[in-house]
Structures are given as C-alpha cells and as structure tokens.
C-alpha cells in the first residue's frame, strides 16, 4: 500500500531558529502533498497545499512566509517552520493522494514540534 | 461558520453497544467524504469512504445526506479496540483539499 514517510517524528528547538520537516512518498508519485496542523485536542487544519515543480497554495490566514513549503520532486515535500515560536508548538503532519483524482489522503506518521 | 462540524463527545459506550456519530458540512459542492481513526498522538488511518447509497464494511456503516449535508458513521458491537478518535473529512469542492471535523472521542468501556 501508498507509504508516506515524514521526518523528523520529533523535534525540540529554540525560539527564533527554523526546522525542517520532510514528507516523502515512498512508492509512489505525488505531484501535489498537503500540509495540515493539529493541535491538541483539535482538529487538522489544512495549511497549505504543495504543488510539485510550482508554489504552494495556503489556506487563509496562514503566513507563507513563515511556513515555507518546496516541493521539489515527485516524492518529496519540505515544510520549514521559520523563526519558530512557542506558539508553532503543533502537530504537524503532511499528506498525499495515492491516486490522483481518488481523492483519498495517504498520511505520514506526523512531527511533533515543540519551541522552547 | 466551520466547514466541518462535529461533536467532539466523548462518547462513553460498553462493549457490544451500538454508536452512532454525525458530522455536517457547509460546502454543498463538497463530493468526497470519509471517515478516519486517529488514535492517540497518531496520525489519521483511513476508516471508509461515505456515498449516498451507504457504505458498509463489517461492523462500520457510513451514510451521506447529501440534502441535509451530513454524514454519519454507525459501529456496532462496539469492541474495545475502537476507542479512538473518529474524524470526518470533507473535500473542498470537488477538489482533493479536505477538511477535517474536530473528531468524536469513543471510549469503549469493558
């Protein structure tokens, strides 16, 4: 079945620094990925979708200069959280259509961000 | 108004009782619908997709209404392994952009 790995599960850094958060596609092509946010006991919010080879599209009232988004190839988004604040603090987890126009959501196991 | 609406619960239920959860949505261009289980500090597994004529899957029944634009999910026999937290997800209009209910928390309870 459609794998999608995203790394790191977890990551602890200080306030005003910047992470990286990876989402790939194991076996399978995934011209576009999506980014949501949980935080606790809420839902997922969709943040932005990640088009290969072009922008990505954010969803309103989410800053894309501080949750820059590449999607360089057909197997890997990066997400990273700039100049990260307390308030980043999230569940950050990436996802992708196994098969475009099915319209089913392959999710990867999530990042836990905590800002110090 | 959210695009999703879902009671959050939790719902408390023994084992082998019947549960119920409904989820309603704004958009009325939406097409897809699913349900998916997130268990704790988990990302979301796909449970089933919902369609109009209703969906079955041994113990899981999904419906939609498209009319009053909602869907629900039935599991009966509960068992202990369900409890989680059951998320709708309805797509953006007819697009593969979704969006999330806030979950219904089930405890299945021995």
């Known amino acids: 079945g459609a794998v999608v790995s995203q790394h790191p599960s977890w990551v602890i850094c200080k306030s005003g620094t910047s992470v990286k958060i990876e989402c790939r596609s194991l076996?399978?092509?995934?011209?576009?990925m999506f980014w949501y946010r949980q935080f606790p006991k809420q839902s997922l919010m969709l943040m932005a979708t990640s088009n290969e080879g072009s922008k990505a599209t954010y969803e309103q009232g989410v800053e894309k200069d501080k949750f820059l988004i590449n999607h360089a190839s057909l197997t890997l988004s990066t997400l990273t959280v700039t100049s990260a604040h307390p308030e980043d603090s999230s569940f950050y987890i990436c996802?992708?259509?196994?098969?475009?126009?099915?319209?089913?959501?392959?999710f990867g196991a999530g990042s836990r961000l905590t800002v110090l | 108004r959210k695009e999703v609406e879902q009671d959050p619960g939790p719902f408390n239920v023994p084992e082998g009782a019947t549960v119920a959860f409904n989820c309603t949505y704004s958009n009325s261009a939406s097409q897809s619908f699913f349900w998916y289980r997130q268990d704790c500090r988990k990302e979301p597994k796909l449970l089933m997709s919902?369609?109009?004529s209703g969906n079955e899957d041994g113990r899981f029944t999904a419906q939609l209404n498209r009319a009053s634009q909602y869907i629900s999910l039935l599991i009966r026999d509960s068992k202990l392994s369900d409890s989680a937290t059951y998320l709708c997800a309805v797509n953006k209009d007819t697009g593969n952009q979704f969006y999330f209910g806030t979950g219904t928390s089930l405890t299945v309870i021995p």
């Open positions: 076996d399978f092509q995934a011209t576009t």
């Open positions: 996802s992708a259509e196994f098969r475009a126009g099915a319209n089913v959501l392959t």
């Open positions: 919902v369609y109009s």
